[in-house]
């Protein structure tokens, strides 16, 4: 099974509707029981278990994902084989939530999407501590993963960003390649067999083959700050 996440308004949706998996179930659809099938795509919120705590007036800054058996179901004995992560700037998720009309356009009868709760929620949760525990979780259960940046104002919507890169994301100062360079990774499967992506792969290969230039360019620095300029 591929777990697709991220926050009400990341955009997992939208990469359903680009991807077109043949299997899509969500996660509220099993609130009564039941359980996804192995070849399928499950569309999981972050916040799921929002909803639940802000009945119960508890916390809603941060909490342990795997509060939700479910969840905690979906990543245990290797059922979940692949995790694609959707990250989107703070700012956008609310200015989505303010113009979404339904819950899922896929499925007509979810009914009219509920902003006046989930806006109070995205305003106070604090959701770089809530992808920082979804990552530990993935990494120390071996789920390879990949994260798609999905921002209002990133052409192309849906590359690959890496751990690293989220805060940035979150606070809508994330930079990225150019449009050219871009990584589009929405359409494309996972092509690593560890719990790191690809890019975070990349840029750890990039740094090291960087290092001895580094340094080489610092020993340079040091030897001709040694050296007197010579007086006209």
């Known amino acids: 099974m591929r777990l697709l996440i991220g926050p009400s308004n990341a955009g997992k949706s939208t990469w359903i509707e680009r991807t077109a998996p043949t299997n899509v179930c969500y996660a509220f659809q099993f609130v009564y029981g039941g359980f996804p099938s192995q070849d399928s795509v499950l569309h999981y919120n972050l916040l799921f278990l929002a909803l639940a705590r802000q009945k119960n007036s508890l916390s809603l800054e941060s ?29 956008d998720l609310l200015s989505r939530a303010k113009r979404r009309r339904r819950i899922e356009k896929s499925l007509p009868r979810t009914g009219a999407y509920p902003k006046n709760t989930w806006l109070p929620i995205l305003e106070v949760v604090n959701i770089h501590a809530m992808y920082q525990t979804l990552f530990d979780i993935l990494e120390s259960r071996a789920i390879p993963y990949q994260i798609l940046f999905n921002g209002n104002r990133r052409k192309p919507q849906m590359h690959e960003i890496t751990r690293s890169d989220v805060p940035a ?24 067999v560890c719990c790191r ?36």
């Open 63 to 91: 909490w342990d994902l795997l509060e939700d058996p479910f969840l905690d179901r979906c990543l245990s004995d290797g059922f979940t084989h692949e995790a694609t992560v959707i990250v989107a700037p703070i700012g």
């Open 169 to 192: 994301a979150l606070s809508g100062t994330y930079v990225g390649l150019s449009d050219g360079e871009a990584d589009a990774g929405w359409d494309r499967p996972l092509r690593t």
């Open 197 to 232: 992506s690809m890019s975070v792969v990349r840029d750890d290969l990039r740094q090291f083959l960087l290092a001895p230039t580094k340094r080489l360019w610092l020993k340079a620095g040091a030897l001709f700050s040694n050296v007197s300029t010579p007086k006209p």
